[in-house]
């Protein structure tokens, strides 16, 4: 049996389910969360205005730019396109990438990420990220919402590739397994002193 | 118009009962249609033969429900027009069909085990274990073949969220079709 006619069988699921499913509309954020979100708006925007009006003796031009961070995964060699990451100038942060499993239906820890920032003038330039990875949903904890954070600081030179080991992540009694890891890259830009 | 004008249209047979389909329920069907083949004119002749094939079925068919009635032609009919259109351009089976196949304990055995009728109650059984959000965005994905993306937009939740929710629901999918295998294997 394929992949394809198991889908086949889930099309005759019940009508009610079907119906439920297909009801699903953009659900209303709870207000605490719009509020916050309107929040990190303004004070983004306020802070791109204070960025752009603020005299430069330097020569680095501060205009907000763009430039990538793509995460490879280099066990099957193939970049996966949801994990680029859009870098704004500043202390930037991208949104959490969810990679899920530890065990052989997915990523492991150690997964090696190459960090590529796609501006020439940056090349062969050392560069500083903050990995920061959030571990959720073990179910052999006792609870299993409990989360697990845990982040580490990475310069290396423009290109290279980054991991980390089980060591890193393991305690006495946590198993690796079904569980997920949202991972959460940072750079600040301004210190690399280009022109964006 | 109300689903049961609707249908009392098709049991009258006037052509304006496609006319009705396709204004109420068209956008859908599109929708479901461009999903899975992801290629507009395929996608509209296959709404086209929606509208015939409900045409065919209602009467004598009286569905209680016309939403996933009508879904559930349309995606029968895309997922037959790519099997048909894998086999001319062989072309690699969607994301949807390879995450799915990771769940199949082991295909030989599920085959022997199960007949599709049965595979359909067992998911069925295995739906109810879910919890609401986790079945809706399970079917989502490989009901509807909705992408990742849209799923979070749809759900007001970040793309890692589904990810890992969809990655922990294909993991408990696979144990339970093991041990339902199990069962009636033994």
């Known amino acids: ?50 960025a752009l009006l603020m005299p430069r003796d330097d020569g680095i031009v501060t205009a907000p730019g763009v430039l990538q961070v793509y995460a490879y995964d280099l066990s099957s060699g193939e970049i996966d396109p949801s994990t680029a990451i859009l870098l704004k100038e500043g202390v930037v942060q991208s949104d959490a990438y969810g990679w899920c499993g530890l065990d052989s239906y997915g990523w492991g820890p150690g997964l090696p990420l190459t960090l590529i920032l796609e ?15 959030e571990i959720g949903g073990i179910c ?8 697990f954070r ?14 980390w080991t089980n060591n890193d992540l393991d305690s ?25 | 118009m109300e689903d049961e004008q609707i249908l009392e249209l098709f049991w009258q047979r006037p052509e304006q009962a496609i006319r009705e389909v396709d204004q109420k329920f068209g956008a859908m069907c599109r929708w479901l249609a461009m999903n ?14 929606t509208y015939h094939g409900l045409w065919d079925a209602i009467p004598p068919a009286r569905p209680q ?47 022997t085990a199960m007949d599709a009728k049965e595979l359909t109650r067992t998911l069925e059984r295995f739906l109810d274990t879910l919890d609401p959000e986790s079945r809706d965005m399970f079917l ?26 969809l990655f922990r629901v294909r993991n408990k999918l696979r144990i339970y079709l093991a041990e339902e295998v199990q069962i009636y294997v033994g």
Not at chain 1, 150 to 163: A, E, M, R, S, Y
Not at chain 2, 36 to 49: G, K, M, Q, T
Not at chain 2, 150 to 164: D, L, Q
């Open chain 2, 140 to 165: 989502r994905r490989y009901g509807f073949f909705d992408s990742i993306e849209e799923i979070a937009s749809g759900f007001g939740v970040s793309r890692s969220k589904v990810k890992s929710q």
């Open chain 1, 1 to 50: 049996m394929s992949g394809k006619e198991f889908l086949e069988a889930l099309g005759d699921i019940s009508d009610e389910k079907l119906q439920c499913a297909m009801n699903i509309r953009r659900r209303k954020r709870s207000g605490g969360g719009v509020w916050i979100r309107v929040a990190c708006v303004a004070a983004t925007l306020v802070l791109v205005l204070l």
């Open chain 1, 119 to 133: 501006e020439a003038e940056l090349a062969e330039r050392e560069i500083a990220f903050r990995v920061s990875v």
């Open chain 2, 65 to 111: 429900k016309l939403t996933p009635y009508i879904a559930r032609i349309t995606r029968n009919l895309a997922l037959k027009r790519l099997t048909y259109g894998n086999a001319q351009k062989r072309q690699v089976s969607t994301v949807s069909f390879e995450e799915l196949e990771e769940c199949i304990p082991c295909h030989d055995s599920v085959e």
């Open chain 1, 150 to 163: 845990w982040g580490k600081q990475f310069t290396v030179l423009n290109g290279d590739t980054i991991g």
């Open chain 1, 172 to 196: 006495p009694g946590f198993f690796l397994e079904d569980c997920y890891m949202d991972i959460v890259i940072t750079a600040d830009a301004t210190s690399w002193g280009i022109p964006l």
């Open chain 1, 140 to 147: 052999y904890r006792p609870d299993p919402t409990d989360k």
């Open chain 2, 36 to 49: 899975i083949l992801r290629n507009a004119e395929d996608a509209e002749e296959c709404v086209n033969d």
